[in-house]
Each structure stands twice: as structure tokens, then as C-alpha cells.
């Protein structure tokens, strides 16, 4: 299936795009997909560097990347620690992608790792949950197959590392779950031109019907850089809209303040849940007649704000109806089976009635972003977060957060950045001031660099500065949700969780208030035991209980929405909608009812401009 419409097949890009395609939102079509069986050891003697097993060494095992070594998709499927796991495999490129920049791309890798290939080391990356690429045309060796080695190395017992929901213990209890060793996103090989696009970060801006570009280019370019253009074509199906030729000058590193205007006669259809619209771009860059570059790519035309009190979708009034959603697969953990599997989660929020998920303490999966944006559904991305404050935390938070935001900031599903929930890795925000500087310099660094969404500086409670004031409160009886939401003030004195809503010198400003964890209803179905913050014991039962606490929150005239948790079980959590394997508890359309009936009143948001 192609991400763009079959009118554009005179592209350099042909239209079957596959779906696994890893980097939806920057296409072009010299890639070769790294995935599948490698070769895999285990190094908890830690001796392969001295021993120089990027060069000769042993790995007695066999791994399916990008599934880690402790779920069933990788066929290895243990849980011991191995804190230090190594992978090798070889590859045959394409003739084709001869005379051409070769680069090589990881979509995740936990936690730190060092890469080889032809046995020259190629570079160390560190984080876990963000993509990351070198240049290898200089080491590629076209008279014979190529040797990729890597290393990676993971501390599951260090705490400053951001891990999300990855357990620092043998086995899974509470809220934790199992952890995720090395390669677990998608490797790939894509062939570049000596000069090209690096990246284009767009920003919509419907009040003055524009696009604003920041375009990024990487390579040397022997000739003179005079006469290099950027062109570039918007299209709605078969409509070319826009198509503007930029003439880019020194320096052309990092072009800014880039414009693509709608006429005042063409009518803009904006994205939102309901008509999740998006218009195809396309890229290419180009020296005097010469092109040297193309790439394909979508955006959204949609604008998130706060106007009086309210979170807004396209200038209006927007009630959010979200689900929690781990973002954990019974047979690959972290790593969904494929991208089918990302598509079918979206399509199942929808079937019961949401228009947003939190995905919590996960960074997804681009492809996961990428449906979201062509199905309709609203983002809150959130950090992985640490679980102790020292410098290297801080460190390690604000580098993987800014990669972060950079990988993700074209997906219009996305609306809020959350960098830290409920304090953790800043556990002493009362007593501590570096840690609450930190907190607010999360929220700043986000501002800065994004000025097109909310930023919520420390989901459920203890906030510093932040665009809303979000809270966890799991409590199960109607009448008592009922009268703690009834109105502002009494939202305001209230402390759900034992905790404060904002920490010392910093208070309420009139924020948007929504409660962004609850329900959390647990129900067993077949034979699998758990725990959740109240118990339903058959089906009317749990559509009972889940009507009582959403109807509770959703009649409150002061709340601007809700977030239910969860959207499946996982692991030992049974607080599902559906089961970890996906299968719906109790009929999906019971739940819709339910979610549907709430905000009915809330001014729609599909319109065009």
C-alpha cells in the first residue's frame, strides 16, 4: 500500500511504497530493509571488544531482528540479564546504489551502542528510543559481501538511563514490565546523492494559510553553489496546489523562513480525527537544470492551542476522549510484529470511540505515528523516563528529548509533548530546586523548540510551568468523581493522589484542566490473572463501571477531557479494553456508546479554511 495517491506515479519514487517502510514521512526509493535473521551472542564477561569479535568473532546463536533477545518474535526468548548482546550479518548491495552515498539507519537500538562494518568501526550511538544513522560509503568493499557488526550495551540496573516501563528486576511486577535489549526498531540501508536533502521540518500555520519550511542539506557539493534550488509541489489527490521554486543561497546548510502559501481562492481542508485530510509533498532539489535530489513526503494543515480555558483543534473547542496505550506486544514487547499490527491498534481506538491516545513511556514507532495521521487520531508522545535525578539523567533526558522532537515534529496526529509523568526521575520536586529547575527547563527546551503544540511539563501532578493541568485520579465511585469535577474550585482544592498539583513558585493560571490517567478497571477474561485499581466481575459489570467513572468525568462543564486507562492489558496489568493479544473484553460497540455519549456538545472542528 502506498502513502501516496497512484496520481503520482511520474515520480521518482514508485507508488508501492511498503507498508513497513520506516521512515514514513521522508521517502525516497534507493533503500534495502536490514531485517530478519543475524547472527547474535551474548557477552556477559563483557570480553568482546579485547577480543575483537567485531572482527573475528563467535556468535553462536541466531537472533530475528529487530525483536530483542527477551521476547518469542526474536526466537531467542530469554529473560536472564545479558547487559552486553553482540549482532552480525552480512549483505549484498545493489549494484545501483554504486557511485552513491551510502548510509546506514537504525530506528532504535537500547541502549548504547558501537557499530562495524568490514570490520572499521563506524560510530557509537547512545539512547534507546530514537533513530540514528552514519555514512558508510568509505568503508563498503563493492567486490564482496559487507559485514555489519554491533555491539550494544544496556545496564539494566542503572536508573539515570531512561527506560519507560523497562523493570530494573528479573521479573515483571506492578507497572513494570519486561525489559528490551538492543536492536528493537527497524535497520536499513538507504543509497543518497553526493548532495541532498538531510531534512525539512514543516510548521502549518492555517490563520495565514501557510506552510513554513526549515530545510537541511548534507554533503559537498564541487560546484559552485549558485543556481541550487529547492522545488516543491503540493498535492491533494490529483491537484497539484502549490508549486513554488526556492533559490537557496549561502549558506545553504540550513535554509530558513522558507513559505508555501495557499491562494486565496483554493478552500484548505484541515486534518483532525473526524477528516484526518493530508496533502502530498514533494521535494526536489536541484543545481542550474540539474536535479540531484528528490524526496517525497505529507503534511497536515491543523492548529492546537488554549483559548479561553479550552484546548483547541482548528480554532475550536476540542473535548479529548484519549486511552492509555502502552504500546507492548504480547509475542515482541516493545516491537509490534509488523506494521499491519501498528495500523490495527489505531483502527481499534477509533472502533471504540476515541480521538487521541497518550502513549505512555514510549516513544513510538514511526509507522505507528504515520497511520495515526492518515486514520485520525490525536497524540500525546511521552519521554521514557528516568527514575533517579543526577547529571547524568539530566543529560541524557534533554539530549534523547530534543532527538526526539526533531524525528517526529511533521506528524500532524501529534499535538502534546509530555516529557516527564509523575515526577519520576525528579522524586523530590518539594524539597529539591535543581529538580525543579529541571523540570521547568524540560518545558522551556520543548517551547523552544516547538511553538506549534502543548507541553505538559510533569503529567498527573506536581507541575511546574505548563500549557495544561493534567491529573491522575483512579477512583472508582460516580458520586464522588462527580462532585471533586463539578466545578474549577473544587478541582482545584482537591489532591487525588496525595500529591499537589503544582510545585513551590509555581500555581494555576487559568490552564485547561483534564485527567489524563483513570478508570483503570481491571477485568479477567480466560485464564489470565492480574491486578487493576478496581475489579469488574462479568461483562455488564465492567460496562457498568466504566460507564460510571467516564459519564463522572465527562459531565464536568470544567474539564476539557479525559484519559482512560488502558487501551489493552499488558503483561501482568488486566486493566484492558481489549486483552494483550487484542481481543475485546466485552462488545467494542458497548464501549463506543459509552465514549461517544460524552462531549457531544463541544463545537465540531471539521471545517475548511
Known sequence: ?????????????????????????????????????????????????????????????????????????????????????????????????RGRRIVLHFGAVDYACQVWLNNQSVGSHVGGHVAFSFEVSNLVDWERSQELVVRVHDDHQDLSQPRGKQYWKQESE?????????????????????????????????????VDLRVSLFGSEPAAEEGLWLEVLVEDGSELVI????????????AQGLVLTFSPEQQIRLWSPEDPHLYSIRYRLGRQGETLDEVQSYFGMRKISVEQGRVCLNGAPYYLKMVLDQGYFPDGLLTAPDGQALKRDVELVKAMGFNGVRKHQKVEDPIWLSWCDRLGLLVWEEMADTYVFNAQSVERMTTEWMAVI????????????????????????????RQRAHLAAMYYLTKSLDRSRLVIS????????????????????????????RDRDGILTSKPAGKDFFVPGFGYTGQPILVTEMGGISYQVGGQEGWGYSKAVSNQDFLQRLRTVVEAIGTSSALSGFCYTQFTDVEQEINGLLTYERQPKVPMDAVRKIIESIGEGVPSTTRES
Open 1 to 97: 500500500m502506498s502513502i501516496f495517491p497512484e496520481s503520482q506515479s511520474t515520480s521518482l519514487l514508485a507508488t508501492s511504497v511498503p507498508p513497513d517502510y520506516p521512515r514514513p514521512q521522508f521517502v525516497r526509493s534507493g533503500w534495502m530493509p536490514l531485517n530478519g535473521r543475524w547472527d547474535f551472542a551474548f557477552d556477559d564477561d563483557d570480553v568482546g571488544l579485547s577480543e575483537r569479535w567485531f572482527d573475528h568473532g563467535s556468535f553462536p546463536l541466531d537472533i530475528v531482528v529487530p525483536f530483542v533477545y527477551e521476547s518469542r518474535l526474536s526466537q531467542v526468548h530469554q529473560q536472564r540479564f545479558h547487559d552486553v548482546v553482540w549482532y552480525r550479518r552480512s549483505l549484498d548491495l545493489p549494484q545501483a546504489m
Open 174 to 210: 506492578s507497572i513494570f514490565y519486561t525489559r528490551t535489549t538492543g536492536i528493537w526498531q527497524s535497520v536499513w540501508i538507504e543509497s543518497l546523492p553526493p548532495f541532498g536533502l538531510e531534512a525539512v521540518q514543516l510548521t502549518p500555520d492555517i490563520d495565514r494559510r501557510e
Open 243 to 254: 508549486q513554488t521554486r526556492f533559490m537557496l543561497e549561502e549558506p545553504t546548510r540550513n
Open 406 to 433: 526533531e524525528r517526529d515534529y511533521n506528524h500532524p496526529c501529534i499535538m502534546a509533548w509530555v516529557p516527564i509523568n509523575e515526577s519520576w526521575g525528579v522524586p523530590e520536586l518539594r524539597g529539591d530546586s
Open 458 to 485: 510533569n503529567d498527573g501532578w506536581e507541575h511546574a510551568i505548563s500549557d495544561l493541568l493534567t491529573i491522575h485520579d483512579y477512583e472508582a465511585r460516580g458520586e464522588v468523581l462527580a462532585l471533586r469535577y
